[in-house]
């Protein structure tokens, strides 16, 4: 980049010069990041300037054809939205009207401020349990929905009020957790004698299972970001108790440990996935949403002292995380093959077979599922363990936040094609496949009578996946995937009111316990359409290849790297 571009310090995100060309607009260059100070780097151009570059390349390399070249912050695309109705000729699915409605009732408010969605509005069910709770993670779809209709005062008032809670101290039992940790939810309770409203939050402490949501703090990074792109808003982030909520989050998940492994270690059920399923180690949901929230802390942390320490640590974060996925926890036809072949217990630094996996615990199934075409980050990777199964969320946020190379993206793209009736079936989207059942299912999730096979979190069906579906489908320049997944959801969604998941091998049953009025398969159904209607949306929530992280890539296209 030329010199005389560069500002120095002082401005929180960072920018670049409008006229400068595309491949000088990189969000950030990780390699000048690790051999200069971080101060060499400002550059003149707008927070929302970059989004709009960093889009057009996306969607110049997949050739959408009906972008528009503006990226409208604050523009409203939604339901009663004069700016959407004007640029299409066709009149809205009768469905996002009741989608609205019903994602309005959903609506919590603290002191007469919207605050939040309400996970289920379900008056039906007999168990609230904590479905009358506004969850961090199902919140985001609401967020984005809020965000693309112009509304983004809810956001702001979830943001600051979850970075409230993170400031509480949290305990189980008599165990201080971490201080950076967010909750996996939290209730406003009124009372109406008093006209008082109180907060109260769950960081784990009484979810069933004790689970850590992990993904909360992650999610609120990445949400952040989208609130910043969408609105230009950069004041919020700049704040000193935005940057320090950042800060927290990211002492927690980049303290030095005793791993071997860039990934981030985690307990079972500690993110979307809230119950024992064999998702503890390394799970690839986890180690996107953290590669993501890393790349969205980068863009938006003040480079003073402290924070300057923060951005080297994460670069360098960056780096070898990107590397360790994209070499091991990728599979394609020929990755599967070679592992097929392995030798085992190779020592030393020339082992090929560097985690010592053991070719006979390759399932069978993975055999026929594996297309000649196609590939996706399998679900976990530690020592002598490969979990081969697909999880939806990780590998489309692998996408949007391009932790996917733009070749993996497309593998993962063509498989999705090529497995439609497995991934896909009657209901989009299958949280994980294949399910895990019998023995292994007594033995992976300790009998939960709750993920039997092909129900809930093992093999069942998620509406609320639609709108990271639909992200990826944009982002690879394939609408008309999504295009597809969408019209199957529109045949069921509102008659069936709205379900929490599906059941089946193909997702045709309404789950056996989901709720119905469940806010983020409503909100995502919204997001999804506002993303299709205005491929501009997708700048808020997605981020663009960072090409210094390239060469590694090629390298690790063979797992003999
Ligand atoms: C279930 C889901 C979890 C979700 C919560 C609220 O526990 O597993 O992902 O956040 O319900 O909808």
């Known amino acids: 980049m030329d010199g005389s571009k560069e500002m120095g310090v002082g401005v929180g995100l960072r920018n670049v010069s409008s006229h400068c060309s595309i491949s000088e607009m990189d969000d950030y260059d ?19 300037e970059r989004s709009l570059s960093e889009l057009s390349i996306g969607l110049a390399r997949g050739g959408l054809d009906n972008f528009e070249s503006t990226c409208s912050p604050g523009g409203r695309s939604g339901f009663e939205t004069p700016a959407s109705s004007a640029r299409n000729s066709f009149e809205p699915h009768p469905m996002v009207a ?3 409605e019903a994602l309005r009732r959903s609506l919590v408010y603290f002191r007469g401020q919207p605050v939040g969605t309400i996970a289920a509005v379900d008056h039906a069910s007999e168990e609230v349990l904590n479905y009358d709770q506004v969850f961090v993670r199902d919140f985001v779809p609401s967020a984005l929905a809020f965000l693309m209709n112009g509304e983004p005062d809810i956001v702001k008032n979830f943001l600051l009020k ?51 949501p992990v993904d ?41 440990g005793f791993d071997t492994f860039p990934t981030l270690l985690c307990a079972d059920g500690c993110s979307m996935i809230d119950r024992r399923m064999g998702v503890y180690g390394y799970p690839i949901e986890i180690q996107a949403l953290f590669f993501m929230a890393l790349r969205c802390a980068l863009a938006m942390l003040k480079p003073d002292t402290e924070g300057k320490e923060f951005i080297e640590r994460i670069v360098k974060r960056l780096h070898a995380l990107s590397y360790h996925m994209r070499s091991y926890f990728w599979l394609d036809f020929q990755q599967l093959n070679d592992i097929y072949r392995y030798k085992t217990e190779e020592y ?28 996706y980050f399998i679900g976990n990777v530690s020592p002598a363990r490969m979990d081969f199964r697909w999880f939806a969320l990780g590998n489309c946020v692998a996408i949007m936040s391009s932790l996917a190379t733009p070749e993996q993206s497309m593998a993962i793209m063509d498989l999705l094609e090529s497995r439609w009736e497995e991934l896909v079936g009657e209901m989009p989207l299958k949280i994980s496949y294949p ?26 069906s998620w509406p609320v996946l639609l709108w990271l579906l639909t992200a990826a489908c944009i982002k690879t320049g394939r609408p008309q995937i999504a295009r597809r997944a969408i019209e199957l959801a529109e045949n069921r969604l509102l ?10 091998k193909t997702g045709r049953y309404i789950g056996k316990q989901a709720r119905k009025y469940q806010t983020w398969s409503i909100a995502g159904y919204l997001v999804a359409k506002m993303m299709l209607e205005d491929p501009s949306h997708l700048g808020m929530i997605s981020l663009e290849e960072d090409k210094q992280m390239k060469p590694a890539l090629k390298r690790s296209s063979s797992w003999t790297c």
């Open 348 to 375: 030393s630094h020339t082992a090929v077979n560097k985690f010592n996996v053991i070719p006979d615990s390759i399932p069978e199934w993975v055999f026929d599922f594996m297309p000649t075409r196609g590939g």
């Open 98 to 100: 009741d989608a609205w």
């Open 216 to 256: 909360s703090g992650f999610w609120w990074i990445i949400l952040l970001r989208a609130y910043t792109k969408s609105t230009g808003d950069l004041t919020l982030a700049e704040t000193s108790d935005c940057q320090k909520g950042m800060k927290l989050i990211l002492t927690l998940c980049l303290s030095e």
């Open 435 to 460: 399910a895990i059942e019998s023995h292994e299912w007594r033995i992976v999730t300790g009998c939960d009578p709750k993920n039997t096979r092909w129900s809930y979190h093992n093999g069942g």
């Open 30 to 48: 990780l390699s000048r990041l690790l051999d200069k100070p971080r101060l060499n780097i400002e550059r003149q151009r707008s927070f929302d």
């Open 162 to 212: 979850t970075l409230y809670l993170q400031g509480w101290e949290k305990r189980i039992d008599r165990f201080k957790l971490g201080e950076g940790a967010m909750p996996a939810s939290f209730k406003v309770l009124h009372d109406p004698i008093r006209k008082t409203d109180t907060l109260i939050a769950d960081f784990g402490e009484s979810a069933i299972g004790r689970v850590a």
């Open 495 to 504: 008659k069936d009111n709205w379900p929490e998941y599906y059941d089946g």
